[in-house]
């Protein structure tokens, strides 16, 4: 009724005290109080706790399945989605202010005392009401001035919040924590001066927060489409004369890669046998060492493209992996001029994934009139997937034709357009309905329900009480 209604908590709360159809369908009195907003969030907390949304999905499926809907083996599909996060999008200014201005929330609701002797005249008029809803200065240079300005306030803030005669609960408010978070990541001092971090200087989108009200929430881009929140992953059967039914969900930040999930999908299935045959996936899903071991662990055929190299060589126009000839039988590779490896050997990568290192002879590698194509190093080895990992990218390969007709025909789709605007299918968390979120994408099954926790403090958002 919530989501139906796309009502926030406090609307929702509002609704039960006050609106007879809610009252009717809910069974209550019609002199029935209600409940605070606040209720809400706690029991979605609760059922996150208690992992009620993978639950309920397994009940739903062990029905289809008594009734003949559902079954192993067939075929299955994967695709992701973008989910927005319910804070607004902000810029780096308003961030930054809201951060601060989150973090005096917090206090000033703990220890308000504390803070009414401590904060400095100014600071009222400041940081008393959102900053989307003031007057912000249009020019660069006064819009800096503002960014040095909040940041030489937190860096004020942080050290007494840190002092012996401050409340000790208060440094360990999560809102502060946040605070000092977001100072680290945004800011530096120079000469007693406080200055922003160039985006070069700060860290990675997959450690940044975007937003004081939802730190879960990541900045990224996919397809020209920039969002801050997370990506959800859906599986669904895809047989032709069966219902489309949804057999996994799984909410991401919008950071993780698409193929660290595709283990934790057969993993998941295969516990419930519900395992496909064929399973279409794309891009962004299939690589060759994921094909390999679905086929191995599983038994089941991944269908998709498979990730293109990003090396140098691919981009310009130079010998790549794939130009390697691989016999794993006589542990030898070939390169594209026909020179055999001298050397072989297992190991692992910078990143700990396990990799074969093929070393070519001196005699073969220095006189090659091609060695700029294939190598920068002066040494005279590549790096390769081990040899149960290789899988031949040519035009008839299942796991590359993606043709209209192919075997990935019946991928799925779930991309929305390039725009959050209102109206677009882009599914968003809300306000309202918290960590239960329905996102509604262009396909025929079109609902789906995914869960997902975040910060739904009854105070997020709420205008610095006076002191």
């Known amino acids: 009724m919530q989501f139906?209604?796309?009502?926030s908590d406090r609307q929702a709360a509002d609704a039960v005290r006050g609106r007879l159809d809610w009252k009717y369908l809910l069974g209550l009195e019609l002199v029935d109080p209600g409940f605070d907003h606040s209720v809400l969030p706690e029991f979605r907390d609760r059922l996150i706790a208690g992992d009620a949304g993978i639950q309920l999905l397994d009940r739903v499926l062990e029905a289809a399945a008594e009734h003949g809907l559902l079954k192993a083996g067939g075929r299955a599909r994967t695709d992701s989605t973008i989910v927005l996060s319910a804070a607004r999008q902000t810029d780096g200014l308003v961030r930054l202010g809201e951060t601060l201005r989150s973090a005096l929330n917090g206090v000033a609701t703990h220890e308000p005392e504390w803070l009414a002797g401590w904060a400095p005249p100014e600071w009222f008029d400041r940081y008393a009401i959102r900053f989307e809803d003031t007057r912000l200065p249009k020019g660069k240079v006064k819009q800096t001035e503002l960014i040095e300005q909040i940041g030489a306030d937190g860096l004020r803030l942080l050290p007494a919040l840190d002092a012996p005669d401050a409340p000790g609960s208060l440094r360990l408010l999560d809102r502060v924590q946040n605070l000092r978070q977001m100072w680290n990541e945004q800011h530096f001092v120079?000469?007693?001066?406080?200055h922003r971090r160039d985006l070069k200087d700060r860290p990675p989108g997959a450690d940044r927060l975007v937003t004081p009200y939802d730190t879960d929430a990541r900045g990224s881009v996919k397809r020209g489409i920039f969002w801050d929140g997370y990506e959800v992953h859906l599986t669904e059967t895809c047989e032709p004369d069966s219902p489309n039914l949804i057999t996994y969900v799984a909410t991401t930040a919008s950071t993780a890669q698409d193929v660290r999930l595709v283990a934790l999908i057969h993993a998941?299935?295969?516990e419930r046998d519900l395992l496909p045959d064929r399973h279409l996936v794309d891009a962004g899903y299939a690589t060759a060492r994921e094909v390999v071991t679905a086929r191995r662990n599983h038994k089941v055929t991944l269908v998709g493209p498979i990730l293109a190299s990003t090396s140098w060589q691919t981009k310009d126009g130079g010998f790549s992996q794939a130009d390697f000839a691989v016999d794993g039988e006589n542990r030898q590779v070939t390169c594209p001029n026909d020179a055999t490896s001298s050397r072989w050997a297992e190991d692992r990568s910078q990143e700990g994934t396990a990799v074969v290192r093929?070393?070519?002879?001196?005699?073969?590698?220095r006189p090659c009139k091609t060695r700029e194509q294939c190598t920068r190093s002066n040494s005279h080895g590549d790096e390769l997937p081990p040899p149960q990992c290789v899988v031949h990218r040519n035009p008839t390969s299942p796991h590359t034709n993606i043709s209209p007709g192919g075997p990935t025909a019946h991928r799925l789709a779930l991309v929305g357009p390039s725009s959050g605007s209102p109206g677009s299918p882009l599914p968003r968390r809300e306000d309202g309905p918290g960590?239960?979120?329905?996102?509604?994408?262009?396909?025929?099954?079109?609902?789906r329900l995914h869960l997902?926790?975040?910060d739904m403090s009854p105070h997020a958002g709420r205008p610095w009480p006076p002191l």
């Open 4 to 7: 139906a209604g796309g009502l």
């Open 190 to 194: 120079d000469n007693g001066q406080v």
């Open 268 to 270: 998941h299935l295969a």
């Open 358 to 365: 093929a070393r070519f002879p001196p005699s073969a590698c």
């Open 435 to 447: 960590p239960w979120a329905v996102a509604r994408v262009p396909h025929p099954s079109a609902w």
């Open 452 to 454: 997902r926790g975040f």
